[in-house]
Protein backbone atom coordinates (compact mmCIF):
# COMPACT_ATOMS: atom_id res chain seq x y z
CA UNK A 1 0.00 0.00 0.00
CA UNK A 2 1.74 3.28 -1.17
CA UNK A 3 0.37 5.63 1.17
CA UNK A 4 2.74 8.23 -0.80
CA UNK A 5 3.31 8.82 -4.57
CA UNK A 6 5.66 10.64 -7.03
CA UNK A 7 4.19 9.69 -10.37
CA UNK A 8 6.59 10.91 -12.60
CA UNK A 9 9.89 8.85 -12.29
CA UNK A 10 12.12 11.75 -14.22
CA UNK A 11 11.64 15.25 -15.32
CA UNK A 12 14.00 17.57 -17.56
CA UNK A 13 14.05 21.05 -17.25
CA UNK A 14 16.28 23.87 -19.10
CA UNK A 15 18.60 26.18 -16.47
CA UNK A 16 16.49 29.37 -15.22
CA UNK A 17 13.11 27.52 -16.32
CA UNK A 18 10.70 26.35 -13.21
CA UNK A 19 11.08 22.76 -11.94
CA UNK A 20 7.63 21.30 -10.58
CA UNK A 21 7.72 18.08 -8.38
CA UNK A 22 4.45 16.27 -7.81
CA UNK A 23 3.23 14.01 -4.73
CA UNK A 24 0.40 12.83 -3.87
CA UNK A 25 -0.63 10.80 -0.58
CA UNK A 26 -3.93 8.59 0.29
CA UNK A 27 -3.54 8.97 4.52
CA UNK A 28 -5.41 11.48 5.55
CA UNK A 29 -4.03 11.35 8.54
CA UNK A 30 -1.06 13.17 7.23
CA UNK A 31 -0.65 16.86 8.58
CA UNK A 32 3.03 17.81 7.65
CA UNK A 33 5.09 17.31 4.54
CA UNK A 34 8.65 17.62 3.67
CA UNK A 35 11.03 17.66 0.39
CA UNK A 36 14.33 16.09 0.40
CA UNK A 37 17.12 16.15 -2.04
CA UNK A 38 19.36 13.27 -2.85
CA UNK A 39 23.04 13.08 -4.51
CA UNK A 40 24.67 9.71 -5.54
CA UNK A 41 25.96 7.99 -2.45
CA UNK A 42 24.48 10.03 -0.13
CA UNK A 43 21.62 10.40 2.62
CA UNK A 44 18.69 12.64 1.88
CA UNK A 45 18.98 16.57 2.11
CA UNK A 46 16.01 18.32 4.12
CA UNK A 47 14.72 21.52 1.63
CA UNK A 48 11.49 22.06 2.87
CA UNK A 49 8.59 21.21 4.71
CA UNK A 50 5.08 22.43 5.82
CA UNK A 51 2.42 22.11 8.13
CA UNK A 52 -1.39 21.06 7.44
CA UNK A 53 -2.20 24.64 8.41
CA UNK A 54 -0.82 26.20 6.04
CA UNK A 55 -1.13 25.83 1.82
CA UNK A 56 2.23 27.92 1.06
CA UNK A 57 6.03 27.73 2.28
CA UNK A 58 8.57 29.07 0.56
CA UNK A 59 12.44 29.28 1.50
CA UNK A 60 14.87 31.13 -1.06
CA UNK A 61 13.83 28.90 -4.52
CA UNK A 62 12.34 26.50 -3.31
CA UNK A 63 8.18 26.31 -2.90
CA UNK A 64 5.68 24.01 -1.79
CA UNK A 65 2.46 24.71 -2.53
CA UNK A 66 -0.73 21.73 -0.01
CA UNK A 67 -3.43 20.98 -1.42
CA UNK A 68 -5.76 19.38 1.35
CA UNK A 69 -8.72 18.70 -0.20
CA UNK A 70 -7.05 16.98 -3.13
CA UNK A 71 -4.19 15.31 -1.04
CA UNK A 72 -1.54 16.29 -3.38
CA UNK A 73 1.66 18.51 -2.65
CA UNK A 74 4.62 20.32 -5.11
CA UNK A 75 7.63 20.87 -5.09
CA UNK A 76 8.68 24.59 -6.95
CA UNK A 77 11.88 24.94 -7.93
CA UNK A 78 12.65 28.74 -9.43
CA UNK A 79 14.96 29.42 -11.37
CA UNK A 80 16.46 25.53 -11.73
CA UNK A 81 20.17 25.50 -12.00
CA UNK A 82 22.39 22.20 -12.66
CA UNK A 83 22.95 22.00 -8.97
CA UNK A 84 19.80 21.09 -8.19
CA UNK A 85 19.53 18.07 -10.16
CA UNK A 86 19.18 15.16 -7.61
CA UNK A 87 16.59 12.70 -6.71
CA UNK A 88 13.62 13.94 -4.93
CA UNK A 89 11.57 12.61 -2.35
CA UNK A 90 8.65 13.53 -0.97
CA UNK A 91 7.81 12.98 2.73
CA UNK A 92 4.79 12.70 4.87
CA UNK A 93 4.59 12.42 8.65
CA UNK A 94 1.55 13.00 11.62
CA UNK A 95 1.62 15.10 14.58
CA UNK A 96 -0.77 14.05 17.15
CA UNK A 97 -0.45 15.55 20.99
CA UNK A 98 1.77 18.38 19.92
CA UNK A 99 4.52 15.99 19.47
CA UNK A 100 5.33 14.84 15.86
CA UNK A 101 5.57 11.40 15.26
CA UNK A 102 8.66 9.63 14.23
CA UNK A 103 7.69 7.54 11.19
CA UNK A 104 8.01 9.23 7.75
CA UNK A 105 6.59 7.72 4.84
CA UNK A 106 8.75 8.34 1.93
CA UNK A 107 7.31 8.45 -2.27
CA UNK A 108 9.22 6.47 -5.03
CA UNK A 109 11.58 9.59 -5.67
CA UNK A 110 11.21 11.48 -8.89
CA UNK A 111 15.17 12.05 -11.06
CA UNK A 112 15.38 15.78 -11.82
CA UNK A 113 17.66 16.85 -14.44
CA UNK A 114 18.70 20.52 -15.33
CA UNK A 115 20.13 21.24 -18.58
CA UNK A 116 22.55 24.03 -18.84
CA UNK B 1 31.01 18.44 11.16
CA UNK B 2 27.90 17.91 13.41
CA UNK B 3 26.06 16.46 11.11
CA UNK B 4 24.82 12.94 11.36
CA UNK B 5 27.79 10.09 10.94
CA UNK B 6 27.20 6.54 10.31
CA UNK B 7 29.65 3.19 9.95
CA UNK B 8 30.96 1.98 7.97
CA UNK B 9 29.82 3.17 4.71
CA UNK B 10 29.67 -0.11 3.52
CA UNK B 11 29.85 -3.66 4.03
CA UNK B 12 30.04 -6.98 2.32
CA UNK B 13 29.25 -10.07 3.79
CA UNK B 14 28.41 -13.53 3.09
CA UNK B 15 25.07 -14.55 3.63
CA UNK B 16 24.02 -16.09 7.06
CA UNK B 17 27.08 -13.68 9.07
CA UNK B 18 25.81 -11.15 11.48
CA UNK B 19 26.56 -7.43 10.79
CA UNK B 20 26.74 -4.47 12.73
CA UNK B 21 25.92 -0.71 11.66
CA UNK B 22 26.78 2.40 14.20
CA UNK B 23 25.36 6.00 13.79
CA UNK B 24 25.85 9.31 16.01
CA UNK B 25 23.11 11.87 15.34
CA UNK B 26 23.31 15.24 16.32
CA UNK B 27 24.50 15.95 19.18
CA UNK B 28 21.65 18.36 20.71
CA UNK B 29 19.03 15.36 18.68
CA UNK B 30 16.82 13.41 21.18
CA UNK B 31 15.14 11.20 18.15
CA UNK B 32 16.94 8.62 15.63
CA UNK B 33 15.31 6.87 13.41
CA UNK B 34 16.65 4.12 11.30
CA UNK B 35 15.24 3.46 7.34
CA UNK B 36 16.44 1.32 4.72
CA UNK B 37 16.56 2.40 1.08
CA UNK B 38 16.59 -0.30 -1.75
CA UNK B 39 17.25 0.56 -5.65
CA UNK B 40 14.19 2.84 -7.45
CA UNK B 41 12.29 3.19 -3.78
CA UNK B 42 12.33 6.00 -0.96
CA UNK B 43 13.57 4.98 2.32
CA UNK B 44 11.44 2.81 4.27
CA UNK B 45 11.11 3.18 8.01
CA UNK B 46 12.47 0.76 10.32
CA UNK B 47 12.49 2.15 14.14
CA UNK B 48 12.85 5.22 16.06
CA UNK B 49 14.45 6.11 19.44
CA UNK B 50 13.46 8.88 21.81
CA UNK B 51 16.15 8.99 23.81
CA UNK B 52 17.03 5.81 24.94
CA UNK B 53 13.43 3.96 24.41
CA UNK B 54 12.28 2.23 21.04
CA UNK B 55 9.08 4.11 20.80
CA UNK B 56 8.20 2.27 17.40
CA UNK B 57 8.72 -0.63 15.16
CA UNK B 58 8.05 -1.27 11.58
CA UNK B 59 6.77 -5.06 10.23
CA UNK B 60 10.10 -4.72 8.60
CA UNK B 61 11.81 -5.16 11.38
CA UNK B 62 11.99 -8.90 11.49
CA UNK B 63 13.34 -11.02 14.43
CA UNK B 64 16.75 -11.02 12.90
CA UNK B 65 16.88 -7.30 13.05
CA UNK B 66 17.58 -5.39 16.58
CA UNK B 67 18.60 -1.96 17.50
CA UNK B 68 19.84 -0.25 20.42
CA UNK B 69 20.33 3.08 21.45
CA UNK B 70 22.05 2.44 25.36
CA UNK B 71 22.34 6.25 26.66
CA UNK B 72 20.38 7.99 23.95
CA UNK B 73 23.54 8.73 21.75
CA UNK B 74 24.90 6.63 19.17
CA UNK B 75 23.00 3.88 17.98
CA UNK B 76 23.62 0.70 16.57
CA UNK B 77 21.45 -1.48 13.84
CA UNK B 78 22.36 -5.38 14.20
CA UNK B 79 21.23 -7.43 11.69
CA UNK B 80 21.81 -11.44 12.07
CA UNK B 81 21.99 -14.03 9.45
CA UNK B 82 22.15 -12.07 6.66
CA UNK B 83 20.10 -12.88 3.66
CA UNK B 84 20.54 -11.77 0.04
CA UNK B 85 16.84 -9.79 0.73
CA UNK B 86 18.46 -7.61 3.46
CA UNK B 87 21.48 -6.09 0.41
CA UNK B 88 20.23 -2.05 0.95
CA UNK B 89 21.26 1.20 2.01
CA UNK B 90 21.21 1.53 5.90
CA UNK B 91 20.23 5.28 6.36
CA UNK B 92 19.93 6.78 10.04
CA UNK B 93 18.82 10.14 10.80
CA UNK B 94 18.01 12.46 13.99
CA UNK B 95 15.38 15.23 14.82
CA UNK B 96 14.78 17.29 17.53
CA UNK B 97 11.59 15.82 19.74
CA UNK B 98 9.96 19.76 19.78
CA UNK B 99 5.75 19.93 20.30
CA UNK B 100 4.80 20.41 17.10
CA UNK B 101 5.66 19.54 13.76
CA UNK B 102 8.13 22.52 12.40
CA UNK B 103 11.30 22.02 13.83
CA UNK B 104 11.54 18.16 13.85
CA UNK B 105 12.76 17.74 10.60
CA UNK B 106 14.59 14.79 10.51
CA UNK B 107 18.63 15.01 9.03
CA UNK B 108 19.92 11.76 7.65
CA UNK B 109 23.82 10.88 7.24
CA UNK B 110 25.53 9.28 4.51
CA UNK B 111 23.80 5.53 4.75
CA UNK B 112 25.79 2.75 4.86
CA UNK B 113 25.56 0.07 1.66
CA UNK B 114 25.19 -3.45 2.90
CA UNK B 115 25.71 -5.97 0.31
CA UNK B 116 24.85 -9.85 0.67
CA UNK B 117 26.89 -12.29 -1.29
Known amino acids: DQQVKQNSPSLSVQEGRISILNCDYTNSMFDYFLWYKKYPAEGPTFLIS?????DKNEDGRFTVFLNKSAKHLSLHIVPSQPGDSAVYFC???????????????FGQGTILTVHP | DTGVSQDPRHKITKRGQNVTFRCDPISEHNRLYWYRQTLGQGPEFLTY????????KSRLLSDRFSAERPKGSFSTLEIQRTEQGDSAMYLC???????????????FGPGTRLTVL
Open chain 2, 93 to 107: ASSLGLAGALGNEQF
Open chain 2, 49 to 56: FQNEAQLE
Open chain 1, 91 to 105: AAGRVAGGTSYGKLT
Open chain 1, 50 to 54: ISSIK
